[in-house]
């Protein structure tokens, strides 16, 4: 049984950064994508970025492009989500979701996915 843990999210200034962590047990990620997907309160869920199980494609929500960055590190079963300059508006709960794996990967097929961690709040606050 796939079990996600995601990590790192906190407190934060505008401009700020913070490096999110997805880490899986009970199964490898080798052969699956992963998304990162957020909820902020009264919205709906927004695909933030994804990443190929190869790692070789990734995509991002133009709302986060130039300053969010995503990274796996398969030999750790980790997946990870670098995010600098951040914005008031991009407080949320993070979330990764495990999807199909694939050579290529889109930021919306978390809405695929049954499979995802109990998220990470992120608060970017002056």
Do not use: H
């Not at 200034?13 to 490096?19: A, D, I, Y």
């Not at 991002?60 to 997946?79: C, E, H, M, P, Q």
């Not at 050579?103 to 998220?119: H, I, K, L, P, R």
């Amino acid at each position: 049984q796939l079990q996600l843990v995601e990590s790192g999210g906190g407190l934060v200034q505008p401009g700020g950064s913070l490096r999110l962590s997805c880490a899986a047990s009970g199964r490898v990620l080798d052969y699956q994508n992963i998304v990162w997907f957020r909820q902020a309160p009264g919205k709906e869920r927004e695909g933030v970025s994804c990443i190929s199980m190869n790692g070789d494609n990734r995509n991002y929500a133009d709302s986060v492009k130039g300053r969010f960055f995503i990274s796996r590190v398969n030999a750790k079963n980790t997946v990870y989500l670098q995010m600098n300059a951040l914005r008031p508006e991009d407080t949320a709960v993070y979330y990764c979701a495990v999807t199909v794996g694939s050579y290529y990967c889109s930021v919306e097929e978390f809405a695929e996915s049954d499979n995802w961690g109990q998220g990470t709040q992120v608060t970017v606050s002056s």
